[in-house]
């Protein structure tokens, strides 16, 4: 794989509110997306299935027994999508999010969870969605936080991170010491850049020179594009 792979062209084209990718490399099954069992594909990406594209199109550029790491699982949209990407590979997503716990489990951990930014989800829905994707197998969901995840991780080296959990200063910082475990050759993907995320980021970044900038989205409004991708030299 080579980092040029990643610069996906941004020619998508709105039609009936709908933005659609268009002259895109690697062929994408949108049907199958759309009419996912309780997620709805579209509706689950705000309306643009390009994002999804993306997502599954970073995912497809991966060799054969990689991991890919997910901060913030939300409906299970962007894990599926990267799972239509690796499907037929020995590869797996690890998708992490605290609102995954049981209310109970949230309610006995709520001294640990503090002020932790997170959406309440439904992890049943999420493993329907999976099923519906005909995706078991691929995905593994992990009800916890980004930061108890890492400080338990065995070390174990990432092909491709996904970064869309809480979008707070302080806790973007702590999802950024996952960096440390991508392989050389291999990409950072951070959702909203918005100023808290893009901030922390930058910081890291500014300190650790192996990493570099391949492209932001520019199809959001000013001040909000959607994806940053970074490459580890």
């Not at 949209?77 to 690796?86: D, E, L, P």
């Not at 995706?135 to 174990?156: A, C, F, H, M, Q």
Request: aromatic share 10%; hydrophobic share 35%; charged share 25%.
């Amino acid at each position: 794989m080579k980092k040029e792979d990643f610069f996906v062209p941004m020619d998508d084209k709105l039609e009936n509110g709908i933005h659609t990718p268009g002259n895109l490399p690697i062929a994408f099954d949108w049907k199958l997306f759309s009419s996912v069992d309780g997620l709805k594909g579209l509706s689950a990406m705000g309306g643009r299935l390009d994002h999804a594209y993306y997502l599954f199109h970073y995912a497809s550029l991966l060799p054969d027994n990689s991991t890919i790491l997910e901060i913030g699982t939300d409906k299970g949209a962007s894990a599926v999508a990267m799972g239509m990407g690796i499907r037929g590979k020995n590869s797996k997503i690890i998708t992490i999010d605290p609102g995954m716990m049981s209310p109970e489990e949230i309610e006995q951990r709520k001294s640990e969870l503090g002020e932790y930014e997170y959406w309440p989800s439904d992890i049943n829905f999420i493993l329907k969605n999976i099923r519906s994707a005909k995706l078991e197998g691929y995905i593994v969901l992990v009800p916890d936080t980004s930061e108890n995840v890492l400080k338990r991780w065995d070390g174990r080296p990432i092909d491709m991170i996904h970064v869309d959990g809480s979008h707070t200063y302080k806790d973007v910082k702590i999802d950024c010491e996952w960096l440390q475990y991508i392989k050389h050759g291999r990409v950072a993907v951070f959702d909203d850049w918005i100023e808290p995320v893009a901030k922390a980021v930058t910081e890291y970044m500014s300190m650790r020179p192996e990493w570099e900038l391949l492209t932001h989205s520019i199809d959001q409004p000013p001040g909000h594009p959607w994806k940053s991708v970074f490459w580890r030299n």
